[in-house]
């Protein structure tokens, strides 16, 4: 297993929930039914307050575990050479491929988000991302030169890839390469709750990879309370708490302190500037965003990463989007934060 994280270029999490032990004050202690495993290169964690009557424990772990293994292996992978995705990424360009629903979901939010954020997210960065070394393949020492990233620039661009909704297919106009990495584990969140929501859980807590889904409230109606990591890569560090207060939410963040590399004192980030071909050097080192879906909030934040934080602030604001931004300080080891307008209504307890 230590072998799989390491070779897989998902971060590791980097929200974690303080699980705040309020049973000492609680009347009648009601049981949080946890339950976790690996899936997408990471982990995932679950909490459940009311577990389903008709399923047992076992079984219950064993659906979730089906359903995060389809997404992964079967679906969204490009680590699996058999997977849904990488199958799309050998088709020839210009034939439509039909796409599963999971995949054109995913695919519709990828293209509406590359939209919003002016192509700063784009899923088809894969050449690039493994050229510098963050797919699944052993990263070559020799960094690229401009002219070879000006090359596989030829195969980057959200607009190379057709989606038609309705009939379901994908078409590339070029030779791009797909990475779902910076959606994929959101939208796994999101299938998860949507299980849950089926199954009439009311309060759950949901976590892969650290994009996560909170919805009603613990016992004692206690707000769910997930952290905003410090971002640096040791041991993690609370930064600051926030509180769901019984709203349904998704809360997903990007940083570059987890997932790079340094040579001659350079730090080579995981968030790859689809307009550059390089990876980013601003001076944003984590940004998480708050949104109803998993997936958008993911995928908005990989885009937040690439923005950087005058930018990116700018367009949250204009978008009205709970986004939160720690960049480092100019001088030292410190950090500043900023965060929006919309933010602020998760940082008080009602
Ligand atoms: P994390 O894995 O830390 O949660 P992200 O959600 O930001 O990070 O996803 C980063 C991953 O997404 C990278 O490792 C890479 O595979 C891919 N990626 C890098 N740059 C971009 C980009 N500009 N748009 C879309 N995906 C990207
Ligand atoms: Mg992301």
Known sequence: MADMLRRHSFSIAFLVVLCIAYKLLLPAPVEIHELGGATMGTTYSIKVVDMPGDLSPEQFAQRINELLTHLDKEQMSTYAADSELSRFNRAESGSPVPLSAEL???????????????????VTVGQLVNRWGFGPQRRNPILPSDAEIAQLMTNVGYRHLELDKSAA?????????VDLSGIAKGYAVDKVAEYFDSLGIVSYFIEVGGELRIKGYKPGKQSWVPAIETPVDSAPQVYEIFYANGESIAVAGSGDYRNYFEEDGIHYSHEIDPHTGKPVTHNLAGVYVIDASAARADALATAFMVLGAEEGFELAQRLDLAVYFITKTTQGEGFEDRYTRKFENYLQVE
Request: net charge negative; no cysteine.
């Open 104 to 122: 054109a979901d995913v695919f519709a939010l990828a293209l509406d988000v590359s939209e919003l954020t002016d192509g700063a997210f784009d």
């Open 169 to 177: 297919t994908l078409t590339k106009t070029t030779n791009v390469y």
